[in-house]
C-alpha cells in the first residue's frame, strides 16, 4: 500500500471514533482551550473560535486547512482559529514534526513552517534522516538551522506538544483532524457552507448573550 494511502485510511479510522466520542463533549458544558497567540489565525479579538487539533502526517488535516480559510475569511472579525498538535500514535515521525514547528515559531515562522510540513508531507515522513529533513525546511525558510536543530535535539518543545495532546483529550478528540466550535461543538461535516452556517450560529449566540 502506498504510503500516502495509509495515513489517509488512518486518519479516517481516528476521525470517526473523536466524531462520535466528540458528541459526548458536545452534550456538556464548553470546555476552555488555552488559546496560543502565535498559533492564531483571523482576528486574536474574536469571541468565536474553531479549536483545530492536528497532525501533521494525516492528509485530511492537509484537506482541511483550505475549507477553514474560506470559513475564516467570511467571518474576519468575529472568527478565528487555534491551532493544536494531536500528532496520532499511528503516525510516530508526526510527534518530530510537531516539535519541529514549535522550534520554527521560536524565530517567528510557526505558520510558514506548518504550511511547508503539509505540502511537502512525504519529503520528511519518508526521510531516513528525520531530523535532517526538519532542519533543512527550516533552511527552506531562512531560519538560523543551528538553532533550529539544538532546539529540535534538545527536546524542547514536548512538553507543549504533549499539552496540546492532553487538552485534546480532555474534550474526547481521538482522531484527526478534529474541530470545536468555542471548545464544545463537534464539526460533524467538513463542508464549507455548513461550518459557516455553525459558525454564523455560534456568532448570534455569543452577541445575544
Known sequence: MHKKHFLAGACIVFSLVSLVLGVRAARGNPKAIEIEPYKVLGNPGAGTFIAEFSDFACPYCERIRHPLKEVLDA?????KILF????????????????????????????????LLFADVLAWYEAKDLNGKLVEF????????????????????????????????????????????????????????????????????????
Open 75 to 79: 467571518f474576519p472579525n468575529d472568527l
Open 84 to 115: 493544536k498538535h494531536f500528532p496520532l500514535s499511528i503516525h510516530p515521525k508526526a510527534q518530530p514534526a510537531a516539535e519541529a514547528s514549535e522550534c520554527a515559531a521560536d524565530q517567528g515562522k510557526f505558520w510558514e513552517y506548518h504550511d
Open 138 to 209: 527550516a533552511g527552506r525558510l531562512a531560519l538560523d538551522p543551528q538553532r533550529f536543530q539544538v532546539c529540535l535535539e534538545s527536546g524542547a518543545k514536548k512538553e507543549i506538544v504533549a499539552r496540546n495532546k492532553r487538552e485534546g483529550r480532555s474534550v474526547f478528540v481521538s482522531g484527526t483532524p478534529t474541530l470545536l466550535l468555542n471548545g464544545r461543538k463537534v464539526f460533524t461535516t467538513h463542508k464549507v457552507e455548513d461550518m459557516k452556517a455553525w459558525v454564523q450560529k455560534a456568532i448570534e449566540e455569543n452577541k445575544a448573550a
